[in-house]
């Protein structure tokens, strides 16, 4: 159980361009899902945290109108990076929970590459 | 300082021997701790939580110090496979599901 699926794994794209991730949770119903990116050798950066039907709530320093994140439903919540730059380029990781506190399931991870 | 800090390693280990790494974190009103373990270009997986009383599981044991606000990892007999970077994570105790990560420490088992 607590199976978090993510796609695409991998994405390559030109900047400029806008890249959509999705994050679902297959078994489970996600309260809340968490968007993170990780540098190489850094740790895991939290992005943004959003609650189905509601707004995300982003951390200090992560532009809102660059990163979209959409919550539609319980088991599915999107990232969309607009106008990409190869500073974009990262490994994006979703995370959700749903079954008990500070219990989160991640998804395998986006790795985009921003060309 | 760092909420949460670790030794970077790589710590370099042969294979049956046993290693332990140590993490330190700040706010001292955190409740919640774990340690996950995350292999190159993966996402993190939850190795263990940590008990205030202290924690085994199999190889791998688990120890909290309140006082000195420290979590530490012990791996016994190390295998190959045991390589990865191995993540220190606290709760954000003003939130109800926030977690704070380790930037890790790298593990590599050599036979």
């Known amino acids: 159980g607590a199976v978090v699926s993510q796609h695409p794994s991998w994405v390559i794209c030109k900047s400029g361009t806008s890249v959509k991730i999705e994050c679902r949770s297959l078994d489970f119903q996600a309260t809340t899902m968490f968007w993170y990116r990780q540098f190489p050798k850094q740790s895991l950066m939290l992005m943004a945290t959003s609650n189905e039907g509601s707004k995300a709530t982003y951390e200090q320093g992560v532009e809102k109108d660059k990163f979209l994140i959409n919550h539609a439903s319980l088991t599915l919540s999107t990232l969309t990076v607009t106008s990409a730059h190869p500073e974009d380029s990262s490994f994006y990781i979703c995370?959700?929970?749903?079954?008990?506190?500070?219990?989160?399931?991640f998804g395998p991870g986006t790795r985009l590459t921003v060309t | 300082r760092k909420e949460v800090e670790q030794d970077p390693g790589p710590f370099n280990v042969p294979e049956g021997a046993t290693v332990a790494f140590n993490c330190t974190y700040s706010?001292?009103?955190?409740?919640?701790f774990f340690w996950y373990r995350q292999d190159c270009r993966k996402e993190p997986k939850l190795l263990m939580s940590?008990?205030?009383?202290?924690n085994e599981d199999g190889r791998f044991t688990a120890q909290l110090n309140r006082a000195s606000q420290y979590i530490s990892l012990l791996i016994r007999d190390s295998k190959l496979s045991d390589s990865a970077t191995y993540l220190c994570v606290v709760n954000a105790p003003d939130s109800n599901y926030q977690l704070i990560w380790g930037a890790g420490t790298k593990l590599i088992i050599k036979p």
């Open positions: 995370s959700a929970t749903g079954l008990g506190p500070y219990e989160q399931y």
């Open positions: 706010n001292s009103a955190s409740q919640s």
């Open positions: 940590v008990y205030s009383s202290g």
